[in-house]
């Protein structure tokens, strides 16, 4: 979950507080919306008062209100509609062979082929695993038939000649594209190495007549080209010695940060208001906690309370208003929940 507009949208504060007994930090009033937690409307009012390390405490209480925003946001999108996608995490091949394949072309991998393409949807690559039958030094690459696609730098790999090596990988493979693609052509991937002299072992997908979890969202088929975009290439069942480690994953609120206007009103002010206030009330606490007896935790108590339920409230209306009225089609990870119906039953009496 990216959502990396979030974490500029609001500020620490508009003022440095000179009472603060920590360091401030340089970007404390950087703030896209304009909103600081320490605002007087809807923020920390006393913090002109208080000698505490209050930028940690304001810094601490913007992550942790950042993370908040995003869990009950989902959380209440998860009370109105259901996960559109089944959980897989594994790995698509299998690490074990059965001799060695001859191939011509330059480039052996994969082809991962989007069937039915689910915006939002993604598949997060863990690991990947190469078998060779001699020991070499390659970059792995992954290219795409969508011109959107930006490339991810290669990953370098060292292999063991009639074994399966590994390496770390980072990569996301988005299930959906902004291209239109014409009739009875897919959205591909295409994940491969230059073969050199070396030859793959011989190793499939599945086995013993299984349907994998992740066959229902895209297909894969090795591949053994001319170039590392497929070009020329020839697909089948065999692996090419490629097995891909990871899981399926749907973002379920990228749209916030793509999505301008929401019912009339400018969604990441709506947003930015729910960081602020959830914020505040969590650097209200922090305060309320500390052991030192001074104006923000003695005869401002009560009033600190009274502000920290306040602003609560206002939180969560905010989060149920932003579920309550996500737009259809900002994306696919959801599906409308069954119907509730009622059945009539006997009854022993």
Not at 218 to 240: C, E, I, K, L, S
């Amino acid at each position: 979950m990216a959502l990396t507009c979030l974490n500029t949208l609001v500020g620490l504060s508009k003022t440095a507080y000179s009472c603060f007994t920590d360091s401030m930090p340089d970007d404390f009033d950087t703030s896209d919306s304009g909103y600081h937690l320490t605002d007087v409307d809807n923020g920390l009012t006393v913090a002109q008062q208080c000698s505490v390390a209050g930028w940690g405490i304001l810094q601490d209480a913007l992550e942790q209100a950042i993370r908040e925003v995003k869990t009950d946001l989902r959380a209440k999108l998860r009370e109105r509609f259901d996960s559109r996608m089944y959980p897989f995490r594994g790995e698509i091949g299998k690490r074990t062979k059965t001799a060695v394949l001859s191939v011509s072309q330059d480039y052996i991998g994969v082809r991962v082929q989007i069937r039915n393409q689910i915006k939002g949807a993604k598949f997060v690559f863990k690991k990947i695993y190469v078998g060779l039958n001699a020991v070499d030094t390659v970059d792995i690459t992954v290219t795409s038939n969508d011109p959107g696609f930006t490339e991810p730098d290669p990953v370098e790999i060292t292999t063991v000649a009639n074994q399966f090596a590994s390496t770390a990988v980072t990569w996301e493979l988005p299930m959906w594209s902004y291209t239109e693609f014409e009739a009875g052509d897919y959205l591909e991937y295409y994940i491969s190495i230059p073969r050199g002299s070396a030859q793959p072992v011989n190793n499939t997908f599945s086995c013993c007549g299984s349907t994998p979890a992740w066959l229902q969202y895209f297909r894969v088929d090795g591949m053994a080209a001319d170039d590392d975009n497929g070009t020329g290439g020839m697909f089948g069942n065999q692996a090419n010695g490629f097995v891909l480690d990871g899981y399926l994953t749907c973002e379920e609120l990228d749209w916030i940060c793509e999505l301008e206007e929401l019912n009339g009103y400018y969604l990441l002010d709506v947003v930015a208001r729910a960081i602020q206030m959830r914020g505040a009330a969590i650097s209200i606490s922090a305060l309320i906690d500390t052991i030192q007896v001074n104006p923000c935790t003695g005869y401002q108590f009560e009033s600190l309370n009274t502000r920290r339920a306040y602003l609560n409230k206002r939180y969560a209306d905010y989060v149920d208003w932003i579920a309550q009225n996500m737009p259809t089609g900002v994306t696919q990870c959801f599906t409308c929940k069954p119907e509730q119906k009622f059945h009539k039953n006997k009854m022993l009496v």
